[in-house]
């Protein structure tokens, strides 16, 4: 698959606009407890005044004093209650602003499964609510969209919220909605120019940069509406623009794009953008954005983490493609906005599946993008399932030894002690106990070797005999080491003598060599003493030959 171009865009990060929750907060509590008070005014008020009504018909006026007291002691006591409440939740403030948040917030909902085609180009679009969201009382924080611009390009659009940001669904849904709404303004202007043409990698990036930058911009303008931080909105984005056969995208996050070319190859085109931590992950508002060109593409499949980890290994295994979960979006016959409204249908429910849900817990987003015609005409992927099972093993094997090195040293193995009686011991011959000796010994004694009356005499016999054999043995390996011993010696002397030769030969040699040098120092220094000597009446010579003539023309002046 050729790749054309990826790029960072490197520009600073914005710092969040901050505002005073908290005195926010102490405002709507205040204010809450003011219009308790009201209402319990109006209530004492109405009651009151009912009251007189029916003591001028009646004449009851004790009554209605009564009355009067018993509406403010229940005043009273509801005032206390409340205040006994708020003290008791005074570590809980931060989940108090949130419900206070929550209540002033416009409600946003999860729109259903979408699908289109046109142009032979079928589109699937759908986000789901994770189990584990549902099962912590969380939103969806995924966000996804698409849409046609003058029936010949798509554009998709998805974004995944920040855990950890409490409004992260805010921002994913603002930046979904104002990238397409930017791109698809872009793309109408650009195809109504005089010799358009899609294919421009120059115009293409610019248009996908600020459409990157206007879903920024309106994140943060959405946190000023909305009256919190802009950091509580973040979230990632992934653009995709789409002719039938070029495939421009924008990235920031962790989600990805895989696409499939008409050679048969596949591939996820984007990078995972995170940060040290597996957890971490770097979005929309850090601005570390990437852009690509994708040509002679067939189809590709959008996915936040929550999908795209499922079904792509991690970089430490090469981005990996499990083709074999992809492979009903591309071979799926789509003819008409029926069939793919089907088609549509049928991943929504698959995505809705306890088996599905059980292996992927996250929120769910997928977007599949296919040219139909041209798909058909395109080389079939081949996916060897036997090689993909044994690279996973493989990859969990390293894996395994990096997290557990421990584990991975072999125990000597321990070889059972050979039974030397064993060896002797004849085939089929029993084995014998350490007792068997002692038993025949006691069951017949006159077999006991010594209980024979030769017994002793054989036995010094033996041993004399045993005794002056290794004795002569002994005397002639000692004859032996004597003699090598002193060869040894010898061979050290001689070498020791020829060592001294050597060393005197030398000693005379030096010797010769430093009378030849004295002497010819010598004569050397007696060749300088004469040269100086001669200098020096020379120079004297000349100190009188100067004098002289010196006194000659003084006494031709007189």
Known sequence: MEEIKKENNTMETASPKVTDTESEGITADITEDTENHEKGHEEEKNSEADHEKDSKENGETNHTINSKKDNKEDIEKDHEKNSTTDSKQDGETSHEE????????????????????????????????????????????????????????????????????????????????????????FLKVEMNQPGFVFDTPSRMKMGLSDAMQYAFDSVEKRAEELEVLSYSLQSTLTLAVYDGTT?????????????LDKDGIYAMVTARIKGEE???????????????????????????????????????????????????????????????????????????????????????????????????????????????????????????????????????????PVDKKAEKRKEGEPRRSSNDHEIRRMSDPGNHPRQSSNYNTNYHANYNANYNERKFNYNEKRFNYNENREMIVNGVKQTFAGVVDISVGLKGAVTEMSGEILSTVEVLSEQTAERIRQSRMQKNQQKLNTDKLDTNKSNTNK
């Not at 995208?249 to 895989?258: Q, R």
């Not at 599949?368 to 015609?373: C, E, H, T």
């Open 98 to 185: 949130n419900d206070e948040t929550e209540e002033r917030l416009p409600e946003i909902h999860l729109p259903d499964p979408t699908s289109g085609y046109e142009n032979d180009i079928s589109v699937l679009c759908i986000s789901q609510q994770g189990e584990s969201h549902i099962k912590n009382n969380l939103p969806c924080q995924d966000r996804s969209g698409f849409r046609w611009v003058n029936k010949q390009i798509v554009i998709a659009s998805i974004a995944d919220g920040v855990g950890s940001c409490q409004l992260s669904d805010y921002g994913a849904e603002t930046a979904v909605k104002s990238s397409l709404d930017f791109l698809e303004e």
């Open 247 to 259: 495939l421009y995208f924008a990235h920031a996050g962790d989600d990805g794009i895989v696409a």
């Open 278 to 416: 597996a957890s971490s992950v770097f979005p929309l508002q850090s601005k570390q954005w990437t852009y690509g060109k994708v040509n002679n593409t067939v189809g590709f499949v959008m996915a936040t983490d929550g999908v795209l980890d499922a079904f792509v290994r991690p970089e430490s295994e090469n981005n990996r493609v499990y083709y074999r979960f992809i492979e009903p979006v591309f071979y799926t016959s789509q003819t008409d906005a029926e069939s793919a409204k089907s088609n549509c249908n049928d991943w929504d429910e698959y995505l809705k599946t306890e088996t599905y849900r059980n292996a992927v817990t996250d929120d769910i987003t997928f977007v599949g993008v296919v040219n139909q015609k041209a798909i058909q005409k395109s080389q079939k992927p081949v996916f060897d399932d036997e090689a993909w099972n044994k690279q996973t093993a493989e990859y969990e094997k390293k894996r395994r030894n990096a997290l557990y090195p421990s584990q991975n040293k072999k125990s000597p193995s321990k070889k059972n």
